[in-house]
């Protein structure tokens, strides 16, 4: 708000909050009578005109009050991003993430955290993990021919997976294959384990060894290639569409938007992409209506923070129509990403 006055900014701050909370255009009377600048409603519609001239609200209809357009919001979250003191982690939300047993489990908590707090939709993507290594492996005898493999790698990342093998296994015999992995493998990468195995069960003279091709067998089916994955978890498009059906829906938050975002939501891959660009920049983002690369985005908001832990770096945020209530969400991405980077640093 550099390039504006005080009676501008302020207007300006006071017309978007209460669009933000009513959904209805402003009207210059409201704001002579509620800005507490005691100023006369012909004087703030010639601040308004001015406003309007910058490019910052617009009319949708001659008689009608102001909106506030993208670059309106974004003065206005400028004004909050800079006002703002950071956001401490919720004792009681820290402790609700702290239950989660694997990272996916984790990411889960976390998007239904930030989608029940904000009334938006909540996210957690967590990137691949190329430097991810393998603490242990264990192999578990589970019905007839079927064995739980449990991958341990760290930065707490957990994986498991149930193989069917050709013919019943023993625990004894199990937990013999999973020390030989253990021990040839140990401290390596995902992706060298699995490089390593394949070359293994290449020799030769592997196959003298029943228990060490067995051990082989199972841990390349039990790792596969999903540890790679990007993985993201989404919760709380039902806030979105409770609101387009109430009937208090911005106007750019049509059906068709709504069913572009769902879309998206359900081919995670384009979501996941779009969402990676963001994990590039460290700290608080937020990316308004038409700010976003990708058209099928533009009538929404993001709110995200970005997170590292030494093996994965990640993206957890709230996205909603460009009428979301921007504090609220601020200070919840803020406290949620704060209450992960704990769970994450003290473990």
Known sequence: MADLN?????????????????????????????????LSSATVRNILARLEEQGLVRQ??????????????????????????????????????????????????????????????????????????????????????????VVVASGGQITHK?????????????????????????GLTLHEVRTGIVGRMREERMLYDALAARALKLAQTGLGDETSDDTLHVEGASFLLDE????????????QTLRELFRMIEEKHRLVALLTQ??????????IGCEHSSPDLQSFSLVASTFADGERT?????????????????????SVSAAMTRVFEEP
């Not at 209460?18 to 009377?29: H, L, N, R």
């Not at 707090?117 to 996210?123: V, Y």
């Not at 296994?169 to 140990?186: P, R």
């Not at 387009?244 to 059906?255: I, K, N």
């Open 6 to 38: 005080d009676r501008q900014r302020r207007i300006l701050g006071r017309l978007v909050a209460e669009y933000i909370e009513q959904g209805e255009p402003v009207s210059s009377a409201w704001l002579a009578e509620h800005s507490d600048l005691g």
């Open 60 to 149: 949708r209809h001659t008689s009608a009050g102001r909106v506030p357009t993208d670059s309106g919001y974004r003065l206005y979250v400028d004004w909050l991003l800079g006002s703002r003191r950071p956001s401490r982690a919720r004792p009681e939300v820290e402790a609700r993430l702290r239950q989660a047993a694997t990272v996916s489990d984790l990411l889960g908590h976390v998007s239904h955290e930030l989608s029940q707090a904000s009334h938006q939709i909540g996210f957690a993507l967590s990137s691949s993990t190329p430097t991810a290594r393998l603490r242990h492996i264990d192999f578990v005898n589970l019905e007839g021919r079927r064995v739980l493999v």
């Open 162 to 186: 149930i193989v069917e093998t050709n013919e019943p296994c023993e625990s004894a015999m199990l937990t013999q294959a999973a020390n030989y992995i253990n021990t040839e493998f140990a």
């Open 244 to 255: 387009l059906m109430g009937g208090q829906a911005d106007s750019e938050l049509t059906v």
């Open 278 to 287: 963001y994990i590039e920049a460290s700290g608080l983002t937020v990316v």
């Open 314 to 334: 990640g993206t957890v945020g709230v996205i909603g129509p460009t009428r979301m209530k921007y504090q609220r969400a601020i200070a919840v991405v803020d």
